[in-house]
């Protein structure tokens, strides 16, 4: 931890002792190069000197030797004369100042030198003082900014559970970026705790909501027949039916009971939109047809007329419902039923092909008051098969945007005819579910289907 603390600090002395180390090597080296370029330029003088002052003496010398040399041989000079002589030529004081000469040259390289040597040590005192300064303005300066820093670290660090809030503290009022970091950190953590509150109470509604969906989707199923074979001591039907919702909770609803022993009493229906609303709306539709129906002893039209009326009433948001209502009489196959904007049924007659029955379409209930609805009736033979369902089988849509339709339904109902009510209904959802593909159901699923075998199969 020390370490990483002391990193900037680290980082900044080792900048600053570079920088030193360049400055003093290139001065040094400024400082070398012409020292020596001092020295050769006096040695250079030097000799050049000397080889003036050797030409001078040994010119000299000869003159006065030669003239001496033939003084001597006439007998004009003695050897103390020609001595004097050379005093009185002043060679003897050339000679002097040519050596004095050589001994000012090497002094002047003398100094150059000890200059050089002396302006060398001064700097890397100076060098060495402004390294050790700066180490120490460098560390003040870098404890200075990563103190805060530091602090901030650990600070944010703990920011966890109900601790969130980065509060600004006097260290971190330092007048430069630190303080407005600081500043804007303190902001932000206000924010965030602001929002982590908002979205824990939106999580906390969002599960009541889930579990009262939830608790909703169970009482919605527990309203529908779920115990398949519905009536096992009755052998003059068979009868499955299913409903799948888009959401938790769904609009679509199907029934079936025996409004007496000779009776059999089936519906299917679906509720604009979906969820809550349109689950609430179901549940009321289903207890007004049921009650209805109960009221008026297997009354179709009656019962769909006043179920119309009742949610006139009730409908709220412009809600209506489709609804396909029969009543089979099991003694006879006879099949009276009221179509309120639903769609048609698929029949098939003793094992034959599924095909669409057309009948009496009237409005869609909870849409006008009043409405008087007329009752379509057909008979079934032992062996017919009757296929309701909601639109949300027709319209499943794939990635493309495509519908299965009502092809793709009689399609999936007539590759074996002869398969049980259950056994079509499993048929048409593994169709479905092969032609939607991994894209999202678009609407509630539901399908009821039953096959009449009369007294026959009793």
């Not at 009541?208 to 398949?228: C, G, H, Y």
């Not at 339904?409 to 959802?429: G, H």
């Amino acid at each position: 931890m020390k370490k990483k603390q002391s990193g900037l600090a680290a980082k900044l002395i080792r900048m600053i002792i570079i920088v030193i180390f360049i400055l003093t090597a290139a001065v040094t080296m400024v400082f070398v190069l012409r020292s020596h370029e001092m020295e050769h330029i006096a040695e250079e003088e030097g000799k050049e000197l000397s080889l003036q002052v050797e030409k001078m003496t040994r010119e000299g010398l000869n003159n006065v030797l030669k003239d001496a040399v033939e003084k001597q041989k006439n007998g004009e000079l003695t050897g103390e004369e020609l001595l004097a002589e050379l005093i009185k030529a002043d060679l003897l004081t050339h000679t002097l100042q040519a050596v004095k000469q050589v001994e000012l040259t090497e002094n002047m390289k003398q100094r150059i030198r000890s200059v050089f040597h002396f302006n060398l040590t001064l700097i890397l005192v100076i060098s060495g003082a402004l390294l050790v300064l700066s180490i120490l303005a460098a560390s003040r300066l870098a404890k200075k900014r990563v103190a805060p820093i530091n602090h901030m670290t650990s600070r944010i660090k703990d920011l966890s559970g109900e601790n969130t809030v980065f509060e600004m503290e006097e260290i971190y009022k330092t007048g430069d970026e630190i303080e407005t970091l600081a500043g804007a950190f303190a902001e932000q953590s206000g924010k965030l705790k602001d929002y982590v509150e908002e979205n824990l109470r939106i999580t906390l509604e969002k599960e009541k909501i889930d579990t009262e969906l939830a608790l909703a989707a169970q009482i919605q199923e527990s309203m529908l027949p779920r115990s398949f074979p519905a009536f096992p001591d009755r052998k003059e039907f068979d009868l499955f039916a299913k409903m799948v919702p888009a959401k938790t909770v769904g609009g679509d609803l199907y029934d079936f009971f025996l409004v007496d022993e000779d009776h059999l009493a089936v519906v299917i229906a679906d509720v604009s939109g979906k969820g809550i609303t349109a689950a609430l709306f179901m549940a009321l539709s289903k207890q007004a047809l049921q009650s209805r129906l109960m009221q008026h002893g297997g009354d179709v039209k009656k019962a769909m007329e006043e179920a119309n009326n009742l949610l006139c009433e009730e409908s709220v948001e412009d809600m209506f419902v489709t609804v396909w209502m029969g009543v089979l009489c099991l003694s006879d196959g006879k099949l009276t039923f009221v179509d309120a904007g639903h769609d048609l049924a698929a029949v098939s007659r003793q094992g034959g092909d599924f095909a669409f029955c057309e009948d009496n379409h009237g409005i869609v209930l909870a849409a006008f008051p009043g409405w008087e609805y007329e009752i379509t009736e057909i008979s079934l033979k032992p062996g017919d098969k009757v296929f309701l369902y909601t639109d949300g089988v027709t319209e499943a849509h794939n990635r493309k945007n495509e519908m299965f339709e009502e092809r793709g339904m009689l399609s999936a109902l007539n590759e074996d005819p002869s398969l049980t009510p259950k056994e079509l209904d499993e048929r048409v959802r593994s169709r479905i579910a092969g032609f939607v593909g991994d894209a999202e159901q678009f609407d509630d699923i539901t399908t009821l289907c039953f096959q009449y075998f009369g007294k026959e199969g009793c």
